[in-house]
């Protein structure tokens, strides 16, 4: 296949949701990567789709450092290559997740923030393949491969296996980088890795003030913070039989799949509020 000549745009390149699942480098980073560049020169092209980059934007953030960015030699236009089926945000999202998973190294609390806007896609994605097949206005191709898709795992799945995470791990990210209540420096943390995914989503029902010493205490500052926050949370007050039905409440926001354990959790705080009573997560 002949490339396509890329024309550099007026205004330089955007950034194409897919590969903005990814966070940038930090200063430090990126200056590292500048010096080498200069040095050695870049050893992997920028991949673009028009006037958008899918894969390179921290290298095109360093040629601008070194005023290289007008060169069309050090980009290549994928959008053919992407088009099957049909500029497909799947091809995209695959393409981005190949070329940066094993090469940024990232932790399990990177993973997760990843797959949750892995999730998102994969959810657009799913709607705009349901959205082709019904304007169609029979089974074709494009319905039977989104039934057949959707049969096999919903966006969450998709986005578990694609990023090598549990489901349960994307709920709590998902707990953190979608909450009102969460701080921005709590959500930065996640994003960086820089604490686990589990304990930031405990710090983060907590008031913003103590979300911030948290993250200021580094990971063992949120760990602590988050053993205070499960505490409070699971402690029952025996004269205040309304915790049950709180409790209840909150479990019945648990995908299915963990019900199993909440049924058991609810008999054991149930026998705590009354040793009498066997507590049932069907009544």
Same mark, same amino acid.
């Given at each position: 296949? !002949?490339? +396509?000549?890329?024309?550099?745009?007026?205004?330089?390149?955007?950034?194409?949701?897919?590969?903005?699942?990814?966070?940038?480098?930090?200063? @430090?980073?990126?200056?590292?990567? &500048?010096?080498?560049?200069?040095?050695?020169?870049?050893?992997?092209?920028? *991949? =673009?789709?028009?006037?958008?980059?899918?894969?390179?934007?921290?290298?095109?953030?360093?040629?601008?450092?070194?005023g290289?960015?007008?060169?069309?030699?050090?980009? !290549?236009?994928?959008?053919?290559?992407?088009?099957?089926?049909?500029?497909?945000?799947?091809?995209?999202?695959? *393409?981005?997740? /190949?070329?940066?998973?094993?090469?940024?190294?990232?932790?399990? &609390?990177q !993973?997760?923030?990843?797959? =949750?806007?892995? +999730?998102?896609?994969?959810?657009? %994605?799913?709607? #705009?393949?349901? @959205?082709?097949? *019904?304007?169609?206005?029979?089974q /074709?191709?494009?319905?039977?491969?989104?039934?057949?898709?959707?049969?096999?795992?919903?966006?969450?799945?998709?986005? %578990?296996?694609?990023?090598?995470?549990?489901?349960?791990?994307?709920?709590?990210?998902?707990?953190?980088?979608?909450? #009102?209540? @969460? &701080?921005?420096? *709590?959500?930065?943390?996640?994003?960086?890795? #820089?604490v686990?995914?589990?304990?930031? $989503?405990?710090?983060?029902?907590?008031?913003?003030? #103590?979300?911030?010493?948290?993250?200021?205490?580094? +990971?063992?500052?949120?760990?602590?913070?988050?053993?205070?926050?499960?505490? @409070? &949370?699971?402690?029952?007050?025996?004269?205040?039989?309304? $915790?049950?039905?709180?409790?209840? !409440?909150?479990?019945?926001k648990?995908?299915?799949?963990?019900?199993?354990?909440a049924?058991?959790?609810?008999?054991?705080?149930?026998?705590?509020?009354?040793?009498?009573?066997?507590?049932?997560?069907?009544?």
């Amino acid at each position: 296949m !002949r490339r +396509k000549k890329v024309k550099i745009p007026p205004d330089g390149f955007g950034f194409h949701e897919a590969a903005n699942i990814f966070p940038m480098m930090g200063e @430090a980073e990126l200056q590292q990567l &500048t010096d080498d560049i200069e040095k050695n020169g870049m050893q992997e092209i920028i *991949l =673009v789709i028009g006037d958008e980059i899918l894969d390179g934007r921290n290298r095109y953030r360093a040629l601008e450092r070194l005023g290289r960015h007008q060169r069309p030699q050090s980009f !290549r236009d994928v959008t053919e290559e992407l088009r099957y089926p049909p500029n497909s945000p799947t091809n995209h999202l695959d *393409l981005v997740i /190949s070329k940066n998973l094993h090469r940024r190294h990232l932790n399990e &609390t990177q !993973r997760a923030a990843v797959a =949750v806007e892995v +999730k998102r896609l994969e959810a657009k %994605a799913a709607k #705009e393949r349901q @959205a082709a097949g *019904l304007k169609q206005g029979n089974q /074709s191709p494009v319905r039977q491969n989104s039934v057949a898709r959707e049969s096999t795992g919903r966006a969450d799945e998709i986005a %578990a296996d694609k990023l090598g995470v549990s489901r349960e791990s994307i709920r709590l990210a998902e707990r953190v980088l979608e909450s #009102e209540n @969460a &701080t921005e420096e *709590l959500k930065d943390a996640v994003r960086k890795g #820089e604490v686990a995914v589990s304990a930031a $989503a405990a710090v983060s029902e907590l008031p913003e003030e #103590e979300q911030r010493k948290a993250v200021a205490g580094g +990971k063992k500052g949120v760990s602590q913070a988050a053993k205070r926050a499960r505490d @409070a &949370t699971f402690r029952l007050d025996k004269e205040e039989p309304r $915790a049950e039905g709180a409790i209840r !409440r909150m479990f019945d926001k648990w995908p299915e799949e963990y019900h199993h354990i909440a049924a058991e959790l609810l008999r054991q705080l149930a026998r705590e509020i009354d040793p009498n009573k066997e507590g049932d997560w069907n009544q």
